[in-house]
Nanobody, 122 residues
Framework: VQLQASGGGLVQAGGSLRLSCAASGRTLRTYIVGWFRQAAGKEREFVGSIWDGRITYTDYADSVKGRFTISRDNVKNTVDLQMNSLKPEDTAIYYC???????????????WGKGTLVTVSS
């Protein structure tokens, strides 16, 4: 599956941005899909993920819980990341990712999309 992230940009602290991950080749519903981010000089870190079971499950890093929301559009074959109450420390390149099992760590990811830069000014 090929992934493409979009929607990054420059926003002031306290503002919002919505990122979108579009897929081609396979339906995203068959994967656990998530977002990672990498700030300058830091390791890539987990942001959140979404997957379907009996219900739709989501998982978030503590640093974004309550501010970020992941959602899936099965018709468009996209997974979005709504980011609210953004902080300067959220500044990073955001990557869309997919895997067949839990993707809380970068090594567990099977597919990566190209990143999109999010810059939050203070």
């Amino acid at each position: 599956v090929q992934l493409q992230a979009s929607g990054g940009g420059l926003v002031q602290a306290g503002g919002s941005l919505r990122l979108s991950c579009a897929a081609s080749g396979r339906t995203l519903r068959t994967y656990i899909v998530g977002w990672f981010r990498q700030a300058a000089g830091k390791e890539r870190e987990f942001v959140g993920s979404i997957w379907d079971g009996r219900i739709t499950y989501t998982d978030y890093a503590d640093s974004v819980k309550g501010r970020f929301t992941i959602s899936r559009d099965n018709v468009k074959n996209t997974v979005d990341l709504q980011m609210n109450s953004l902080k300067p420390e959220d500044t990073a390149i955001y990557y869309c990712a997919a895997g067949q099992s839990t993707i809380r760590t970068a090594v567990s990811v099977d597919y990566w999309g190209k990143g999109t830069l999010v810059t939050v000014s203070s």
